[in-house]
């Protein structure tokens, strides 16, 4: 028996102990079997699918992915923005940046270096809240540059989100370089 063939061998018990099959005798395990457990039987089929990938690469593991750049974008990239005319929250302009760029071989831009460099140039402020956390709120600067509050109505009722016009998506876009420098840092 070949390698592969003992990898195939062995998926094909972890397949049936995954279906509530006992692998020796072909008969279904009874209820209260631990084989039966969801937890398991779970790992049963995670391990199968890496026996797979290891069947279908000739025996191989699958190879390790490599670790991802760091966030970049070109000019020509940011020229495809799509600039929201309604206010949107800094996670929106997060995605809106990210779909831009090839985050399968790149770290994706989160919406947290956006607020952090809008805290850092002072274009937001922390603000303690009534249970002792913070929260961030536009600045006067913020505001001029097109950041507002906006409410809105939830599970919980009624809450204030920091939003962003189009003018403060356009500043956020003509500072990337400065946004991706303060994360390097």
Known sequence: MTKLEK??????FIDKLANGINPIDDQP???YDVVNNVRLTRC???V???LRQVIENGGITPPKKKAKSSFGITQEQLAQYPYSELPISVSEIAKKINALVDTEHMKQLSYK???????????LAEQPTVNGKSQKRPTETGRQLGISLETRNGMNGEYQVVVYNK???TFILDNIDAI???ENK
Request: aromatic letters at 16%.
């Open 167 to 169: 003018e403060a998506q």
């Open 113 to 123: 270096q956006l607020t952090g460099w809008l805290l850092s140039i002072n274009a």
């Open 48 to 50: 199968s699918d890496i």
């Open 44 to 46: 049963f089929f995670y």
């Open 29 to 31: 395990v009874v209820e």
């Open 7 to 12: 990898i195939a061998y062995a998926k094909s």
């Open 180 to 182: 991706i420098a303060l």
